[in-house]
């Protein structure tokens, strides 16, 4: 069933927190709402991280974790979000100005994925 589908969006963040408000209103506003997202950060500024606590806070599908000291950069970022995918979560990467067109993207992905799923 199209319910069991279930996502992980991993986004890298260095102070995008006023880009990334476009982003958590489209995922918010999405009908299917089996999804985590993880902000893997890269040391921004207190006023981006305590928006990302915010987020958190807010709503518990939301992670927020530091990019590891010795591996820097948005690859290693994304690899260490990967980290918190769980076995039946499908994973997607997006940027910090990245955002959903419709509250239907998701739904219209996991359609797809039950079509084409073998």
């Known amino acids: 069933m199209i319910e069991d589908i279930e996502f992980l969006i ?25 999804w985590r997202t993880v902000f893997v950060d890269g040391d921004s500024t ?4 305590d928006w990302l606590k915010s987020c958190v806070e807010k ?4 992670i927020f974790i530091d990019e590891e000291k010795d591996r820097k950069g948005i690859y ?10 769980k076995n039946n979560e ?7 100005d990245d955002c959903f067109s419709s509250s239907e ?10 079509k084409y799923k073998k």
């Not at 207190?46 to 991280?49: D, R």
């Not at 709503?59 to 939301?62: A, G, K």
């Not at 499908?90 to 910090?96: D, N, R, Y």
């Open 46 to 49: 207190e006023n981006h991280k």
């Open 90 to 96: 499908w994973i997607i990467f997006l940027g910090s």
């Open 59 to 62: 709503d518990r599908r939301f």
């Open 10 to 34: 991993i986004i890298p963040t260095y102070n995008s927190y006023k880009d990334l408000r476009k982003f958590t209103s489209s995922i918010k506003s999405q009908s299917h709402q089996k």
């Open 76 to 85: 290693p970022s994304m690899s260490l979000g990967a980290q918190y995918a």
């Open 105 to 114: 993207s998701l739904s219209q992905i996991s359609s797809n994925l039950k």
